[in-house]
């Protein structure tokens, strides 16, 4: 399969545990990388050629991120065996599913994380790999997208824009909510910067799928696998997504890409300064 | 581990080519009708069906919780928001299969496909499986096994493997696709079930996540 260069990303993302060198001249292919050595963390692939000398190869994989938060700062809103489990096996489970599938395909070495999930998105015809790579990325952005007293309400710009685009917090928070509830089967709801309309929305998505692959910007996630909540909640699903927007959202998180992001996307009118 | 038995709902042997009948269509709702007197209004409801066996009767494979949070919350939830959704439509009065077919609509879902499907899902699944099940079919169910999978135990291999990859929620199936006269093993999304595709269900297992999450927790992670 031909991919494109992963050298020129817009996103630019640490994927989870190594550094990846963006070279901008390097075409993806079966053939060795060759960045530049000084970049710390790069593990260099080596053909079988050069290693007539009993010299184990070197692979680059993914790791698996942990929340930036112990797994029972959550309590009581979501509770440590919830991450343990969700986070410790089905998150762990994706990465080493996801190693374990470019270790026989390592054309796809050497992207970032979103470019990754873009190619093996494929315009809608998802490689056999995109599950994988999606969930574990979708996870990293969820853990993140959560804090020890979380909820409350955004301040300054990105409540201003919310206010802007959904009239009101509160109406932003019904919105929010009811995609949450209404979203059959296993998905994800998220409230995104769209690049083309210039304007936040609530979007949700099922399975793996995230806005990256119609490149929109990511601001917060809301899981809704069932996973996420069952041992909670068990069927309550509206109690788990009250007590996210109230105890759980890191409004701190969001800004922080809003700001982002607004790197991308230009969201006011261009002050041109009169002489 | 998967609790898997013989459908206890095929009492009679099966014969080729399968009657049309075999949709029995008072089997799987009870459609209750009522009259209002003087009215002359006729509804329809779907009532929620209990499982052919009391809630503790599969333990310890399926738990007397896991029912009770299975049937008696989602299972039920499913009735009562479709009970909802056709009240005062054209729907009411139709037999569970005709909606489910009518609001497929052909791959372009309706809303009270999710819910019909996934009522009809449930009372299929909770039929499927009985006190002390498990083990080998026999007679002909096994001999077309043999003949479509080549032995129960490629069978078995195949059903378990479609249940453990459906990616997010659906439902693993044993089907008679009646275009090719013979036995498959199909998995399919959230509510989606053969009869949509004018297969023959004949076995199926759940695999949302909610029935999974004990076997996750107590057992591993293994679907």
């Not at chain 2, 009646?178 to 076995?203: G, I, T, Y």
């Amino acid at each position: 399969m031909s991919l494109s260069s992963c050298g020129s990303s817009s996103i630019c993302s640490l994927s989870s545990g190594i550094l990846v060198a963006n070279d901008p001249s390097s075409k993806l292919s079966k053939r060795r990388f060759t960045p530049s050595i000084s970049q710390p963390g790069w593990k260099q692939r080596r053909d079988s050629s050069d290693n007539n000398r009993g010299v184990s190869k070197v692979f680059g994989y993914y790791g698996l991120k942990s929340p930036p938060y112990k797994l029972d700062a959550l309590e009581p809103y979501m509770s440590q065996r919830t991450l343990e489990v969700h986070w410790g096996l089905h998150h762990r489970g994706y990465v080493e599913a996801l190693n374990k599938q470019l270790e026989k395909n390592d054309s796809l070495y050497g992207c970032t994380m979103d470019e990754l999930i873009k190619v093996l998105y494929n315009n809608g015809n998802p490689f056999p790999e995109f599950n994988d790579a999606a969930q574990v990325w979708n996870h990293d952005f969820f853990w993140e997208s959560m804090q020890p007293g979380g909820g409350d309400m955004p301040t300054l710009g990105l409540l201003q824009q919310i206010e802007k685009d959904f009239g009101s917090f509160t109406n932003f928070k019904e919105k929010f909510t009811e995609a949450a509830l209404t979203l059959f089967g296993s998905g994800w709801v998220w409230l995104v910067l769209k690049r083309e309309a210039k304007c936040l929305a609530i979007i949700k998505t099922s399975n793996s799928i995230n806005p990256l692959v119609w490149n929109d910007i990511p601001i917060t996630s809301l899981d809704m696998w069932e996973h996420a909540y069952y041992l909670d909640y068990r069927n309550d699903k509206a109690k788990y997504v009250n007590t996210f927007m109230n105890h759980l959202v890191s409004w701190n998180a969001a800004a922080v890409r809003m700001v982002r992001a607004q790197a991308f996307v230009n969201l006011g009118e261009p002050k041109i300064p009169v002489a | 581990m998967v609790a898997i038995a013989v459908a206890a709902g095929i009492t009679t042997p099966l014969t080729f080519p399968l009657f049309p009948g075999f949709r029995r269509s008072s089997r799987s709702s009870q459609l209750r009708m009522s009259q209002k007197a003087g009215h002359g209004v006729i509804t329809g409801k779907f009532e929620l069906r209990p499982p052919p066996y009391p809630l503790d009767a599969l333990e310890p494979h399926m738990s007397r919780s896991t029912f009770e949070y299975h049937w008696g919350k989602h299972h039920r939830a499913y009735v009562d928001n479709l009970n909802k959704q056709i009240a005062g439509t054209e729907l009411t009065g139709k037999t569970l299969e005709d909606v489910i077919v009518a609001t497929y609509n052909s791959g372009n879902l309706l809303p009270p496909f999710n819910n019909a499907a996934q009522v009809w899902n449930h009372d299929f699944f909770w039929e499927s499986m009985k006190p002390g099940g498990g083990g080998k079919p026999s007679g002909e169910i096994l001999d077309l096994i043999n003949r479509d999978f080549g032995s129960f135990e490629e069978f078995a291999k195949e059903f378990k493997t479609a249940a453990a990859t459906q990616f997010g929620s659906g439902w693993a199936w044993l089907v008679y696709k009646d275009k090719d006269k013979k036995l498959a093993v199909v998995q399919s999304p959230n509510a989606v079930n053969p009869l949509v595709l004018d297969q023959v269900p004949l076995l199926t297992v759940d695999v949302w996540e909610v029935i999974n999450q004990k076997f996750s927790v107590v057992h591993s992670l293994r679907r």
